[in-house]
């Protein structure tokens, strides 16, 4: 029911393959499902749609923490703050290992059970880390991460050293954390890379979409954090399934908010290039810092095919949607509050009008970064705290 086909030249390849890049070219591969007559399975959450990411897969090799289901938030205070009506922000810090990446792994993982893989890798500056290590040990297999020396949240790190990842510390950022993970996935194929790279990984959260749709019927935006870009190529994918099913006869149009400081696919995207440069990231949002992403051409794809946009914010705009986030007792790590800020700047731009329906994703859970945690005030002592009470009442 599935093959791997590379996004470039075509060549088609068999799912039991574990390197994904071309042969022939060098670029990467997507999942392409033959799929005919589609009907949710009888299990929960992102396995609900198995159909749409790995029909072939039998249900032996799951390998599953009960990821996905996560809540649509409304909030008066987003909405005044964004000046959009209807805005609900769904939450992916709500999955087992707090961020998106639980919806990729799950299905990596399990298609690397499938195939009998027993060591996984990856590159991270954190939720991508603890996903991996999380979803391995899982399934009993050996799991490495590569990290940039000190760009990297204490919190996120601890938890692939709970679960018991071996990790490795390269100097430099992200990219060059990936530029070394791919060197060592070609020349040791028995390594398994659990990086968005791994087309299964866009499979899992192409699902974040379905919920979304399958809650809200018809929707104008859907706004999304980017930094490799695995979000906003999975997102395009689950749009075309949805439209092409006939699920839905309105494609909602994607857009993708980088950081300024991380912001190589706006810059390719604004000034109409043919290809990205990638750039030296630097951004409060660390999940998303990152200056060369890998999945750009699938990306760019989604954008095209949804007629979307792609924006930039500031690492002030970040922190002042993160704050009103946090405030309306909903709360994100930095990188997600980029989709808020983003639908913020882009009613102010008059591109998103004031009772168009929006999604904004949410990708990571508050305590991701606490770092960035902006609180009402200091700590008070109980004397003052009568005082207060006295005053008020």
């Known amino acids: 029911m599935s093959i791997l086909r590379c996004i470039n030249c075509g060549a088609q390849y068999d799912i039991s393959r574990k390197y994904f890049r071309c042969d022939r070219c060098g670029d990467l591969l997507e999942v392409t499902h033959k799929i005919e007559n589609y009907r949710p399975a009888q299990m929960k959450g992102v396995w609900k749609y198995k159909d749409l990411i790995h029909p072939d897969l039998e249900e032996k090799f799951i390998v599953t923490r009960g990821e996905g289901d996560t809540f649509l938030y409304e909030h008066e205070l987003i909405s005044e703050f964004t000046g959009i009506k209807e805005i609900r922000l769904k ?77 490795v510390e390269v100097q430099g ?67 075309a399934d949805y439209y092409e099913l006939g699920i839905i006869s309105k494609k909602p149009k994607i857009a993708a908010i980088q950081a300024e400081g991380a912001s190589p696919f706006y810059k390719m995207w604004h000034n109409k290039r043919d290809r990205i440069e990638p ?46 986030i946090d ?19 882009l009613r102010e731009k008059g591109i998103i009008d004031k009772y168009d329906r929006v999604a904004a994703v949410l990708t990571g859970h508050v305590l991701k970064d606490i770092d960035n945690i902006a609180g009402n005030g200091p700590i008070i002592d109980f004397n003052t705290f009568l005082d207060k009470i006295k005053a008020e009442f």
């Open 173 to 239: 950022d992200f990219d060059k954390a990936m530029e070394n993970l791919e060197s060592l996935v070609k020349q040791n194929q028995y390594l398994y890379t659990l990086n968005s790279l791994n087309p299964w990984r866009l499979e899992g959260q192409k699902t974040i979409f379905y919920e979304i749709m399958d809650r809200l019927k018809e929707i104008d935006f859907i706004l999304v954090p980017a930094g490799n870009l695995g979000n906003t190529s999975a997102l395009g994918k689950a749009i």
């Open 91 to 167: 939450h992916e810090g709500e999955n087992p290992t707090g961020s998106f990446k639980d919806r990729g792994m799950t299905v990596a993982v399990s298609h690397g059970k499938f195939i009998g893989a027993r060591h996984t890798i990856c590159a991270s500056t954190g939720n991508t880390s603890a996903s991996a290590s999380s979803y391995s040990s899982l399934a009993g297999m050996k799991s490495s991460v590569l990290i940039p020396k000190g760009k990297i949240s204490r919190v996120k790190l601890i938890q692939s050293m709970a679960y018991g990842a071996e990790i």
């Open 279 to 324: 750039v030296a990231a630097e951004t409060v949002a660390s999940a998303i810092r990152i200056g060369n992403p890998v999945n750009w051409k699938k990306a760019i794809w989604a954008i095209n095919y949804t007629e979307g946009i792609v924006e930039t914010v500031s690492d002030s705009e970040i922190l002042e949607a993160k704050k009103i």
């Open 327 to 345: 405030k309306s007792g909903i709360g994100s790590e930095p990188a997600s509050a980029a989709s808020v800020a983003g639908a913020k700047k």
